[in-house]
């Protein structure tokens, strides 16, 4: 999201110092997260090299000052550019996803941010079920810088709807000077017009610059909110987005992010545009835009742990939760360079298991025809928006990850879909855009075997399925003795190979699900996760309406995390069919001799796209602006 940070403005400009006395000031103040920019900064802007700065005689002192940081910020600035190449923060989570459902939505259970000093971005889909994000990170000195960020992306439903709040928990914190509210977010005398005013006086507090940010927490929360009251003994604070986002000043009192942030069309924006170097293909050469939210450089008071709990409301009223999308950047006031490649692995081996926003594309919801030509419904079935007194229920929720169900098992994901008979649905598997450099388009396997029982409820038949899944990979690897291309239907109780059109011919693959009279729901077993392909849904054929499972496993080498309430599998039914005399049908008809066919390539072990960082230019940037302030100084001082 973003890529380097000076102080912000709202911090009283220093007095008139040297600018190897800044530079040492940022340094002391964790400004610098590389080693090497550091050392090189202090080898090459030694006092001896630098020219001390006096103020002349008879002048506004404090134009002068505020100018004179302007000058000072735009060329410290550009010097680290040149010293040390920028380089945007990482995703806290791997391949740009977003977290979702029950994972990190408590103190408990909260997202572990392993240094703060560094520079993180968190996306978090909110859902109805699970509004609240938790974060947690320790600070190791008094007043240490802490920035906190948020935008949305630019989605229409979204649009002017999402207001952004936050309680930081930690020692010393001020509670925004006053008496902290004991609200535990189950006060059903909640009202609206109460509830607006205390978030309009919280955005007020911060819009004239409130020394740290914080503002008490409102007596009237959403009813889903609940305020740690352990945690809030030690300090809390509380903050929200500002009443206006038909202006960039709550940005722009940053000289770095006032070059990030723009109005377009009346709403103060962030662009984004990255090129075709691009880490991540499916990004490359794109530009998008999200809404800003928040921006805010706060101060930890005091060393100790640190929980941030985050969640979204509607603007019009702050006691209602929506659902919605936005991204999170946390770490220092100003930074240069990548966390350590141990402390990146540490933080992403936290990973997700959210069912949406697999990849960068699917987060944003744009570009849409990189991902096999996927249809924007598909998203608004994923997540309506709006406010949870309204909004349909989200599908968006935490797989429950389970280990692998035998030894050597090519069993990775599981899932109940309840369907009519009669109907037919379709399961279409997206191809992906490869990059300028490749392919236009491309799998991440060739094909995919499944095998599809009628079942209710996965226990049932997990032995069933793992077997016969299993013992067809292991037996027919890459000639597969039943192949289901474009356009056919698949069997039950059997397993079989989809094999996926050739990109040359289409960007996608679908095929057909028809139930029988007496087995509307289905237990599927596949190899690969569907997800992988934006294949975790069925439609109507006839209706458009997108089905999502009931019941959904994940099943990988170790469990990330221990089972949640979320991952609780529904009550056991029956099997609609009686597995002993079943017969092998296809959609409902007796089956003929299967035909071989060979695959022409070996389906290998599935692998998402990885989504890059976020790469600023800013040299040409921290020039002009070094200029346009050094030009403002001379005309001051003359």
Sequence with gaps: MFSMWVRQSNIRPPPIISFAELVGNLANHGAYSS????????????????????????????????????VQSAALLLLLCVVHPVQAHPGAIASGRASCGTEYSTAEQAYVIPDIREAWYLRRISTCESPVFWTKFEVTSQNQPIYIAV????????????????????????NGGGVMSSNSGGNTSHVVEAAAADATAAAAAKDDDDEDGFTDIPDSLPKAIMVD??????????????????????VDTNPVMQRFSDLHEGRCMEEFTVDETFEDTLQQSTTSWSWWLYSFNHKAVEPG??????????????????????????????????????????????????????????????????????????????LSGG??????????????????????????????????????????FHSYYQGANESLYGYPDPGMYVHIVPASNISLVADEGNEALTNAVDAQGDAPELVVPEGDSVWFS????????????????????????????????????????????????????????????LY????????????????????????????ITRNGEPTAEATTQTSSTE????????????????????????????????????
């Design 387 to 428: 406010s949870c007194t309204t909004a349909a229920s989200s599908p968006c929720g935490t797989i429950p990850q389970e280990p692998y169900m035998s030894e050597g098992s090519a069993v990775e994901w599981s899932g109940i879909f309840d369907l009519e008979a009669g109907r037919t649905y379709e399961w279409t």
């Design 35 to 70: 080693s090497l920019g550091s050392t090189l900064l202090a080898s090459s802007l030694s006092a001896s090299t630098l020219p001390h700065i006096e103020p002349p005689k008879n002048i506004n002192f404090t134009m002068m000052r505020s100018l004179l940081w302007k």
């Design 229 to 250: 009251q352990d945690l809030a003994m030690a300090g809390a604070g509380y903050m929200t987005s500002p009443t206006n986002f038909g202006t960039c000043a709550f």
């Design 151 to 174: 935008i949305s992306p630019e989605i229409e439903r979204f649009q002017d709807q999402l207001q952004f709040h936050g309680i930081l928990y930690g020692p010393g914190i001020h």
């Design 305 to 382: 742990t640190y929980y941030l709990q985050t969640w979204l409301t509607s603007r019009e009223d702050p006691t209602s939760v929506v659902q919605g999308k936005y991204e999170m950047t946390l770490g220092p006031w100003t930074w240069s360079g990548y966390a350590s490649d141990a402390t990146l692995g540490e933080a992403q081996e936290q990973g997700t298991s959210c069912s949406c926003a697999v990849n960068a594309l699917d987060y944003k919801e744009h570009y849409l025809e990189r991902l096999g030509g996927l249809d924007s419904s598909f998203e608004v079935a994923q």
């Design 494 to 553: 059997l397993p079989q190979f989809i094999e996926f059109t050739e990109t040359d011919v289409a960007n996608s693959t679908t095929v057909l699900i028809i139930p029988e009279e007496n087995a509307t729901s289905l237990a599927f077993f596949t190899q690969h996760v569907p997800s992988e392909f934006m294949a975790h849904v069925l439609r109507d054929q006839e209706s458009g309406e997108y089905i999502f499972p009931t019941q959904v496993t």
């Design 556 to 583: 990988v080498d170790a469990p990330l995390k221990e089972d949640t309430n979320e991952t609780t599998v529904a009550d056991e039914g029956t099997l609609d069919m009686d597995e002993s005399t079943a017969e």
């Design 603 to 638: 389906a290998e072990e599935n692998k998402l796209p990885v989504s890059g960082s976020c790469p600023f230019a800013c040299a040409s940037l921290a020039l002009a602006g070094a200029m346009t302030s050094a030009a403002l100084l001379l005309e001051t001082l003359c």
